[in-house]
Nanobody
Framework: QVQLVESGGGLVQPGGSLRLSCVVP????????MGWFRQTPVKEREFVAS????????YYTDSVKGRFSISRDNAKNTLILQMNSLKDEDTGVYYC?????????????????????WGQGTQVTVSS
């Protein structure tokens, strides 16, 4: 397991933007597939997006396509989720996660059981 530390959550109005960061201390970051998940009190933790270790394979859940963008900077051990055009239903606790598996299809990338390390979560609230 590796340590993951998220930041960047907060309160934003519908249509606004937020940028979440996840820092992974240590030199192993570049070898992990990274993902973002979110959870609300009434829904189980759901997949948002993932990125391969090299950054060339991206997966998104349908509800965020065209609005969210996942990226990584391996030199800075940092994972980013840029969230634009936010909606009320994007509200939740966002978690970054790390997997030692390289996913080659969406069904695997969205499976939270394949991620072995998780951050503590950061709250995102979209409300007017």
């Amino acid at each position: 397991q590796v340590q993951l530390v998220e930041s960047g959550g907060g309160l934003v109005q519908p249509g606004g933007s937020l940028r979440l960061s996840c820092v992974v201390p240590g030199s192993a970051f570049s070898s992990y597939t990274m993902g973002w998940f979110r959870q609300t009190p009434v829904k189980e933790r759901e997949f948002v997006a993932s990125i391969s270790w090299s950054g060339d394979r991206l997966y998104y859940t349908d509800s965020v396509k065209g609005r969210f963008s996942i990226s990584r900077d391996n030199a800075k051990n940092t994972l980013i989720l840029q969230m634009n055009s936010l909606k009320d239903e994007d509200t939740g606790v966002y978690y970054c996660a790390a997997s030692s598996t390289s996913f080659t299809w969406y069904g695997a990338a969205r499976n939270r059981n394949l991620y072995g390390s998780w951050g503590q979560g950061t709250q995102v609230t979209v409300s007017s």
